[in-house]
């Protein structure tokens, strides 16, 4: 179909379930410095144990299409080495990058393991690139990588790179991290292109591939057919000396000279716009004194989120934990009879990795109690014109936009003013599942 990259995703060619023997019998001798001088295809006699590489390269060869794939690799190590393990061997989960003619182009040994026990963490983070004649230079890195600094965000800011290759076999968590949720929040975020290639397991939850660019997403997400899908998209090359405020994440203090409107719809003037934040909105009663809505706490993500239900027609809300305060204006379509919550968690997130997460998640709630916001929904019918800005404490958010069935919506506007980070929308397509802005302060991890 004339592609000229393809992208396969983690685990694969071998799998699950594996111990650190169990998996030896299938790990191929991969060199890691090699990168552009051995073509396995054409050369196999090099090295031993490289049949899935030599296989994967011929692939490449033969169709005449850059590859990066997913396999298991093995790497001896000498006792002398402290870090060696006991039986004399490093086991890494590595991509590899074919180019068409089916050389190696590099080698990326996963940094950010989740609960691999057949796989090393390698001594350093690698910084993986490769580069192509029609697009430049690809990053790439693997599934839980794409939560912390090293190496995803430093590869990109390094490198100035603009396209992302990226294997997963990733488990998805609603209301916060779906996969297709998360691929283009860091699409936009980085203003990069992403090419990632989950694996289709529905029984593992792990669903959702896409292409992605900064303004547009081609995906497949299905929890219940067993068929997984090949996407194909044809995207615009991002080219490295094109920036904006997003992806400019470094200077983001810098570029606050956007008028206020630019974030916040005419439903606010700008004496409202730039009042002091620190007033507490709250609603009006018939008496003419503010009242404002029931703080409430619940879990969401395994984490102690503070709430306040998004009731009614219209309002404006404030919620907040530690240094972090979330602001929400909204105005609902109809009134659908779904429960809504605002948000706020600003801590060290400990339940399947550690890392230090500042959160603002307008929700819809599993049922109409308090107690089911947080919970897993995947549809919903409310249509809701929304800002929704907090005063994030780090450059790196990461704006989630998801709608009813698993489906993406883009932002009308989104950046910083003020110190505070804005994201608005009139009208999603579907039903709003998730409007957050999850910021990463990756130096609290």
């Known amino acids: 179909q ?110 950010n393991l989740y609960f691999e026990y057949a796989f090393d963490t390698p001594p350093e983070p690698d910084h993986a690139f490769f580069d192509t004649p029609f697009a430049g230079k690809f990053g790439m890195f693997t599934c839980f990588d794409i939560l912390f600094f090293e190496p995803a965000v430093n590869l990109i800011r390094q490198y100035n790179l603009r396209q992302i290759v990226y294997p997963t076999a990733w488990m998805n968590q609603l209301p916060l991290l779906s996969a297709v949720e998360f691929q283009q929040a860091f699409a936009t975020a980085f203003n990069v292109n992403i090419l990632a290639a989950n694996i289709h397991h529905p029984t593992l939850g792990m669903t959702g591939s896409g292409i992605y660019t900064p303004v547009k997403s081609f995906i497949y997400h299905n929890m219940e057919s067993y068929g997984g899908k090949l996407i194909i998209a044809e995207i615009p090359v991002i080219t490295a000396d094109y920036n904006n405020s997003l992806g400019s994440n470094e200077r983001f203090r810098e570029n606050l000279h956007d008028s206020c409107r630019t974030f916040m719809s005419t439903l606010l003037d700008d ?54 305060c979330c602001y929400l204006n909204y105005q609902r379509a109809v009134s659908t009879g779904e429960l809504y919550a605002l948000g706020v968690f600003d801590g060290l997130h400990t339940v399947h990795g550690t890392y230090y997460v500042q959160a603002c998640a307008l929700v819809k709630c599993g049922g109409l109690s308090f107690s089911t916001c947080g919970q897993e929904v995947t549809d919903a019918t409310a249509l809701i014109d929304f800002q929704l800005w907090g005063n994030m404490s780090t450059p790196y958010i990461f704006p989630l936009l998801l709608t009813s069935g698993i489906t993406l919506d883009f932002a009308d506007h989104m950046g910083w003013k003020n110190n505070h980070y804005f994201l608005s929308k009139n009208r999603t397509s579907f039903g709003l599942l998730t409007a957050a802005l999850y910021g990463r302060w990756y130096e609290k991890d």
């Not at 018939?286 to 998004?310: H, L, R």
Request: charge should be negative; include cysteine.
């Open 2 to 111: 004339g592609a000229q990259i393809i992208v396969f995703p983690e685990d694969g060619i071998h799998g699950f379930n594996f111990t650190r023997s169990s998996i030896y019998p299938y790990l191929d001798f991969v060199p890691h410095s090699l990168s552009g001088k051995w073509n396995p295809c054409r050369e196999p006699y090099l090295f031993n144990d490289t049949e899935v590489v030599q296989r994967l390269s011929c692939m490449a060869l033969k169709n005449k299409i850059f590859l990066v794939a997913n396999l298991g690799t093995k790497q001896p190590c000498e006792h002398s080495d402290p870090r060696c393990p006991s039986d004399g061997r490093y086991q890494f989960n590595t991509n590899v990058a074919l180019a068409a003619d089916g050389t190696l182009l590099a080698t990326y040994r996963k940094h």
């Open 271 to 324: 004496e409202v716009c730039f009042k002091e934040q620190e007033e507490i909105p709250g609603r009006v009663s018939e008496k003419g004194k503010e009242e404002s809505p029931p703080t409430f706490y619940a879990e969401m993500m395994y984490d102690n989120f503070t709430f306040v239900p998004v009731w009614g027609e219209k309002g404006e809300l404030q919620v907040c934990a530690n240094t972090l």
